[in-house]
């Protein structure tokens, strides 16, 4: 596909929420305003096919005019909101990928007894959780 349909796509998805001016487009990307410029004249990045196919509201296959994937790969099988999971996991920091990720597994009934970081997360959770849905209390001496 060339290039220019690409933003072409992606302008025709903003002006559907009302967007026309390059910062808003911007904005609602996710992206610098120079770079939204820079896609305008160079094209879009392969590195941000997934975000601009989410944007238009269309897989990376139908963002780019392919009527069946080229290469459906490992995540074939795999429904699209846990593909989205996925993505928005990869964009967490660092530092939180890991106890995310150690409450999604024992959520998910994937738990990891006697590693202790798994069970100090989950009990600050618990804690955190319990206090966050306590009743609140009455002042003593006052009924």
């Known amino acids: 596909m060339d290039p220019t349909q690409l933003v072409e796509q992606i302008q025709a998805a903003a002006a559907k929420r009302g967007l026309k001016r390059s910062g808003e487009i911007a904005d609602a990307l996710g992206v610098p305003k120079q770079n939204w410029t820079n896609w305008k004249k160079r094209g879009v990045p392969k590195d941000k096919y997934g975000l601009a196919a989410d944007f238009c509201g269309k897989s990376v296959d139908e963002f780019l005019g392919r009527s069946k994937p080229a290469d459906a790969g490992p995540m074939a099988d795999i429904p699209q909101h846990r593909i989205d999971l996925i993505r928005m996991y990869g964009r967490l920091l660092k530092k939180y990928r890991t106890p995310i990720r150690m409450l999604i597994e024992s959520l998910a009934g994937e738990q990891h007894p006697g590693r202790p970081e798994h069970e100090k997360l989950?009990?600050?959770?618990?804690?955190?959780?319990?206090?966050a849905h306590a009743p609140a209390k009455a002042p003593k001496g006052k009924s």
């Open 122 to 131: 989950m009990r600050e959770f618990t804690e955190n959780h319990k206090a």
